[in-house]
Structures are given as C-alpha cells and as structure tokens.
C-alpha cells in the first residue's frame, strides 16, 4: 500500500476511487472498500481511498472532533483491507470552496478515476452539491461512471464514527469493537513516570499519547498491548490515580504487561482495547490497592484467555 500526503504528490492513469474521511474504517467502511477494492482488481485497475487531515468538521468549526483514527493508522487499516494506494489531503478553506465539478477535474487529472464508489451519504464539493445524482452527471462529461454503497446497519442503527466516538469516549469499548469490527487502539510512547507502580510490584509503561485520538473513560481495561512484534496482555488504567494524587487532572495511561519484564522506555506501545472492567476508584490504603490490582490482573487474564 502507498501513502501519499497530498494528491500533488499523486499521478496514475487511470484507477478506482472512493473519498471520504473513512476514521475508525469501520464495517460500514469496509462494505464500501469490499466494492471498491473487489472491482479495481478485477478490472485491472489499482483501488485509490482519498480522505481528509484535518476532520473537515475541524475546518467548518463544528465542535473539536477527537479522532479514532490518525492519518497514518487508518491508511494502514485500508492497506490491510486491500487498497492499493491511500491519499491523505490537507483540508482547508479552499477545499472546501471548491466547486464539485472543480473537485471532479482535479481527480481525473491525478488519478485518472475510472469509476467512483460512494457511500450512501456522501458529498463533495463545495456547499456539499456534489450529491450522487451530481456526480453522476460530472461523471457523463468527465468519462467516469459512479456506483453507490447502501448504508450498513445493525440493531442499533446505521453504523457511524460518531456513534463509535461515543462509545469510546464513555468505556464501552467491547461495542465500539463490534462497530468497528476491530479493537479500538491507543498507542504511543513509553515514557519515565514516578515509577510508583513498580514499588507496589506491578510496573507499568506510562504511553505519552495523541491528545487528538478519543480517550476511553477513566477505568481499568483488559487490553492487548503490542510492543515490536511482541503481543501480550496488558490491564490498563486510564485515569489520575487518586489513591496517590486525589487532585491531578490530566489523564494518564498506564499499561500492566503481564508475564512481561523488559525495559521499554521509548519505544512504541499499541493498545487495543478489549473490555472495561470497572471503574478507577480512590483506596484507603496501597494495600487495599495492591489487592485489587491482583483482581484485576486475574479478570485480564480470564477475559483474554491467558490463563
């Protein structure tokens, strides 16, 4: 899979192509990149995703939009689900003020789009006028044919990232999964904390993380935790640890591996995050604590199967 920055970077003869912002690629994603990417090869053509850094919502100022996915991971989860070439463009103003049949020419001219695949809802161009039935129209002038993808549901509803976000964001982390048909993932790097989890005998990886990504709700999560090509599971708090700090504010995430005992410092840890198990609570005492740190590691190990 190729990554681009920018589609002046881009220059193919001819592709398959869908567009949109795509975060969290999600299992209404995937039917739309099932389609895409099935038809691309079958004609012999490469399957092209163009999306968006920043959320177009950022730029048209409508709340500050915490991401499930940053540019480089959802380019690899669309790599891993068969597409050949990603481009992450800038959003700004004067995309945004481009017109549809502007927007339209401009593909054609970088990656030659051959046949465009939508989602249900999908809108380009400026004032969001580049409808199905508008495309469609482009397409007849510019020499490219559109197909569109029904919208996937389930008992809940239509599958979205803002339903996901939510999710997320309050620790339901198992249902965001099933959405997503993937963990929901936190990485970052290991940095030095105050080392207070490896005096009361479970140390912990402390993830400077991407302030832009949703956070999960403060608690204690069953996590898998990737460290090079090393899978292990971890119990994870998020939270300000109020037995010690009653008064800190800033959420931390701190990673128990467990049956693990190398020195990380620095290096990259992916999370992905499995199922809550309760809240982060204040104790009485470190060994109150300690207890239920071990009830906790218990409960990881049974809901990861690695007892």
């Known amino acids: 899979m190729l990554h681009y920055r920018s589609l002046d970077e881009v220059s193919l003869p ?48 409508r709340g500050d939009i915490r991401l ?41 001219d970088r990656v030659g789009v051959r046949h465009l695949v939508l989602g249900y809802d999908s809108t380009l161009g400026k004032n969001r006028e580049g409808n199905a039935a508008r495309l469609t129209e482009i397409g007849s002038e510019l020499g490219y044919t559109v197909e569109v993808v029904s ?12 339903e996901i976000r939510k999710l997320v964001s309050v620790g339901k982390v198992f249902d965001a ?23 009361i005998g479970f140390p912990t990886a402390n993830l400077d993380y991407a302030t832009e990504k949703v956070i999960p709700a403060g608690g204690i999560y069953a996590c898998w935790a990737h460290v090079g090509d090393g ?24 990673a128990y591996l467990l049956d693990f005992d190398q020195e990380i410092y620095g290096e990259v840890v992916t999370l992905e995050f499995v ?4 809240d982060e609570l204040k104790y009485n005492s470190v060994e109150a604590l300690i207890e239920q740190i071990g009830r906790d590691v218990e409960q990881t190990r049974e809901i990861l199967g690695t007892e």
Do not use: C
Not at 72 to 86: F, M, Q, S, T, W
Not at 231 to 254: H, M, Q
């Open 231 to 254: 899978k292990y599971s971890a119990a994870v708090n998020i939270g300000t640890n109020p037995t010690f700090t009653p008064d800190k504010r800033t959420l931390n995430v701190e």
């Open 151 to 162: 919208a996937l549901s389930d008992e809940s509803g239509v599958i979205s990232s803002t």
């Open 68 to 108: 499930l996915t940053l540019p480089g991971e959802r380019a690899r989860l669309l790599g891993d689900y068969g597409v050949d070439v990603v481009v992450t463009h800038p959003f700004d103003r004067q995309v945004a003020d481009t017109t549809a049949h502007d927007f339209m020419k401009y593909l054609k």
């Open 14 to 61: 001819d592709s398959w192509l869908t567009v949109g912002v795509f975060d969290g690629v999600h299992r209404g994603h995937q039917e739309i990149i099932h389609r895409l990417v099935a038809g691309a090869h079958a004609n012999g053509a490469p399957a092209v995703v163009l999306t968006f850094d920043p959320h177009p919502a950022k730029v048209f100022g």
């Open 177 to 199: 999964a099933r959405l997503m048909g993937h963990p929901y993932r936190l990485q970052g790097l290991v940095t030095h904390g105050d080392r207070r989890g490896r005096r």
């Open 275 to 278: 199922e809550r198990l309760r």
